[in-house]
């Protein structure tokens, strides 16, 4: 998946944390924090083309459902979306 | 419209909680000089005319590099650059490029007098969260008075443009005896231009560079002090928050506060030392720019070990028991390095700020009382 805007993760005492740099900072003055698996899927956001090949990854790495991992990539996708990050 | 203040974001204060709790740097100044190319009297770290002596002492491009890396191994984010006036360093870009590949959320203290041309047009390409900039003053005979250069104009004009290119920027007014006079219309230039424009016109003894004279700077006297205080707050409050301020003094409750006090305590109650830290232009390591007590040596030991050092000795910190059970204390704002620079000692009463505080709670209730008066008659 494609990301548009310029950001940096930094990780903080167990938090993720991403960092606007760039002409990024103009629209997005803000930090954004990763819960855990946010962070996961920001890891490998730049790898995978669709949702059911992140839900994939997350199946192999974490003890959970197909329908549950579906949900909460689409709800963090979604946010991703509406920050226009995605 | 001015904005009154500019609140933290609830991730900062949440982020420095847990680093204090942790006893980590999350915040960081860097001071990268102390040369200016302006001379204002009450200043803290530039010292007129030595900027030819000062800049063999800073730090090189290299050395700030590389103690920016060792901050981030360390966790900070938030980095504060500032001076002196840190776009005298020709190497500014250089370090602010490295610095933000590296992931720090930055912002920036300048008195706005050199942001034009090419640096403007750099800093646009990559801005910093926040700009901040001194406005000393509402004219350029004001200017010349207190920093020996009429650049009023030049930095109005430096302010509206990057205002206008969409960059964060914040004013810092600090009320001296050369400028009083145009506190108003530094109110009014910041409503027009619509940025946040926050007013101090208590300035801290420059113990680093006067010789350690406790107590003593070329600012206003604290009853004067007071004056200029309500005088800020009677223009940027409305009728009904100058009252509730006004009342919530005299009552010795709690009050709107900046977010780099602490409450008033016997140990230290704000972040230095404990989540943040500043690093000087020649080297050192302080909890605080006002507060040069622990010093630690950051090039000679690392910083990770100054930074220990600096976080252990400020626990050990003991102010005043006098002003952590004084009544007034939510309507104060002293701190460690208030007490120490006033007196010279953690543990001793800084009697100008007492001073100050009582003439503040006193004049902002008269103040209040007068307006009503005026609204009754009218």
Known sequence: MNIKKELIKREFAGEAILVPVGKTVYDS??????????NFIWDILLDVETTDDIVKRIL????????EATKDTEEFLEKLRTLEII | MVRKRSEEPRIVTYLHNKAGKLGLPVGATFELTSRCNFDCPMCYV???GKNAEARKRELTTEQWIDIARQAREKGTIFALLTGGEPFLREDFFEIYSAMKKMGFYISINSNGSLIDG?????????PPFRINISLYGGCAETYKNMCGTPMYEKVLENIKALKAAGVDVSLNVSITPYNKQDTEKIFNIASEIGVVAKAVSYMY???????????????LTPKEAAEYTVRWDLLRFSDEEFEMRAKSMREFADIERDECLGDISEGVGCRAGKSSLWLTWDGKMYPCGMMPKPVAYPLEVGFEKAWEYVNTEVKKIRLPSKCASCPKKNACFSCAAVCYTETGAFDRVPTYVCE????????????????SKKEVIE
């Open chain 1, 29 to 38: 003055k803000g930090l954004f924090v990763l819960n855990e698996l946010g």
């Open chain 1, 60 to 67: 192999e790495e974490y003890d959970t459902t197909e329908e």
């Open chain 2, 46 to 48: 530039h010292q007129c």
């Open chain 2, 118 to 126: 090419e640096i403007r047009r750099k800093l646009l390409e990559d």
């Open chain 2, 205 to 219: 003894p420059p113990i680093r560079i006067n010789g350690e004279k406790f107590g003593e700077n070329a600012r």
């Open chain 2, 356 to 371: 100050q505080v009582d003439e503040t709670i006193s004049q902002m209730w008269d103040a209040y009382v007068s307006k």
